[in-house]
């Protein structure tokens, strides 16, 4: 059985989720941008940022794209935090998923917000910015250690 870890990230932060996963299974693992060769692995974990309260483009065409696979979802948003943002989030990105495939597990945690996103939501909407920055300023340290050692956990329960 093989195995890949594809993802999408911006700034980082879900890049960073990626290479932790990919401390766990194995350095010989691939880690990295979406490829066709990591597509046509049987287990996925697949990496995303949050975009519109769901994964990216690429990702949503990725997940389509799937079939017979076993897939792990994971990702960081820097708008929105707590257990209630989060299953929200992923609930929209499994959406996207065949029921051809089966999900094996999901994560998600805060990500730190670049200062451009955060300048470019200010300067569109002003008020939407004062309602959302003090969901960014707790993003700011994140994804931090226990945002990795739940990362762990939801990894470990996906191979059990």
Request: charged share 20%; hydrophobic share 40%.
């Amino acid at each position: 059985m093989t195995t890949s870890i594809i993802y999408s990230s911006s700034t980082g932060n879900t890049k960073s989720l990626a290479e932790r996963i990919q401390s766990q299974l194995g350095a010989d693992i691939y880690c990295g941008p979406i490829t066709d060769e990591a597509l046509a692995a049987d287990v996925i974990y697949i990496g995303f940022w949050t975009m519109r309260y769901s994964c990216t483009p690429d990702i949503q065409k990725a997940l389509a794209g799937m079939v017979g696979k076993k897939v792990f979802v994971f990702g960081t948003g820097g708008f929105g935090h707590g257990a209630t943002f989060f299953e929200g989030v992923l609930k929209q990105v499994k959406a996207h998923i065949k029921p051809s495939n089966e999900i094996i597990g999901g994560f998600m945690c805060q990500g730190e917000v670049a200062s451009s996103m955060r300048d470019m939501v200010k300067s569109r909407d002003a008020a939407m910015y004062e309602t959302i920055a003090p969901s960014m300023d707790l993003a700011v340290s994140h994804p931090d250690a226990d945002d990795f050692a739940a990362l762990d956990a939801a990894v470990a329960s996906a191979q059990a």
